[in-house]
């Protein structure tokens, strides 16, 4: 199991920014695929970006490629996300994964691991 804490949601007018961190501890390996998924009220937890913790893969839904990025910090064990030109629809519960077998990248249900989340809300 890896352990999994969320910081730095808040409030933001769009156009701005918002850096998200994940402190992670536990059965982290170079193989492990960390996540990053956000969940409106009423919709489904969906996927926004991954990264291989060994950084050979990085991985973005295509509503936020561009303007978000996902980074890893091995010497730390935190994931970042960092969010620019946010936009209203971006506001969610951010939520940061880890999986450690196999399935999708993209599929929540892969994903055994999960933090609390941290609330983003973007205003228009």
């Known amino acids: 199991q890896v352990q999994l804490v969320e910081s730095g949601g808040g409030l933001v007018q769009a156009g701005g920014s918002l850096r998200l961190s994940c402190a992670a501890s536990?059965?982290?390996?170079?193989?492990?695929?960390m996540g990053w998924f956000r969940q409106a009220p009423g919709k489904e937890r969906e996927f926004v970006a991954a990264?291989?913790?060994?950084?050979?893969?990085?991985y973005y839904a295509a509503s936020v490629k561009g303007r978000f990025a996902i980074s890893r910090d091995i010497a730390k064990n935190t994931l970042s996300l960092q969010m620019n030109s946010l936009k209203p629809e971006d506001t969610a519960v951010y939520y940061c994964?880890?999986?450690?077998?196999?399935?999708?990248?993209?599929?929540?249900?892969?994903?055994?691991?999960w933090g609390q989340g941290t609330q983003v809300t973007v205003s228009s």
């Open positions: 994964a880890a999986k450690n077998v196999g399935g999708a990248y993209y599929n929540r249900d892969s994903y055994g691991s």
């Open positions: 536990g059965r982290i390996f170079s193989s492990t695929v």
């Open positions: 990264i291989t913790w060994s950084g050979i893969g990085t």
